[in-house]
């Protein structure tokens, strides 16, 4: 009976603990767009625009991340380790990872390219400067709740 209890007791913590990761991330991204949208000042016909291809380009560059992480990280660490591998199994996840990094860069070439069509250069690199402000303040906000 205890087993049973702690079982269900445990699903309903899991359960309650990726509800609120879910309702963390999209708070964030609500953030993110409102931190955004007040750097770039975006008139409605820009904003209109912009966010689809913005969201798009996140879309495409978190599953790049996903398959750089799931796919190398995951396999290196059942492997035993960076010291576990041999010479042509490091050679050949390095080789991954290069393509990957580059897939990231010419996302985002193709992404500044199509920004570039409907907004300004100003605004586009006022987008790159905002998204790395956006971070550093969520970091600084999550380390001194850390702290606390």
């Known amino acids: 009976m205890k087993k049973i209890v702690l079982i269900i007791l445990l699903s309903i913590y899991i359960q309650y603990t990726y509800a609120q990761k879910g309702k963390r991330s999209s708070k964030i991204k609500a ?14 016909e820009e904003a209109e625009k912009f966010w689809p291809l913005y969201n798009e380009y996140q879309k495409e560059n978190n599953k790049l991340y996903r398959q750089e992480k799931q796919h190398i990280k995951t ?27 580059v897939s990231h860069h010419e996302i985002k070439e ?12 100003k605004k586009v690199l006022q987008l790159e400067i905002s998204e790395h402000e956006f971070r550093r303040n969520l970091m600084k906000k999550l380390r001194s709740k850390k702290k606390k």
């Open 31 to 44: 953030l993110k767009i409102a931190f955004i949208t007040e750097k770039l000042d975006l008139t409605k």
């Open 110 to 121: 193709k992404f500044y390219k199509n920004l570039l069509n409907f907004l300004s250069a």
């Open 75 to 101: 396999k290196i660490k059942a492997a035993g380790g960076i010291n576990s591998l041999t010479e042509e199994e490091a050679a050949t996840y390095l080789d991954l990872l290069k393509k990957i990094k």
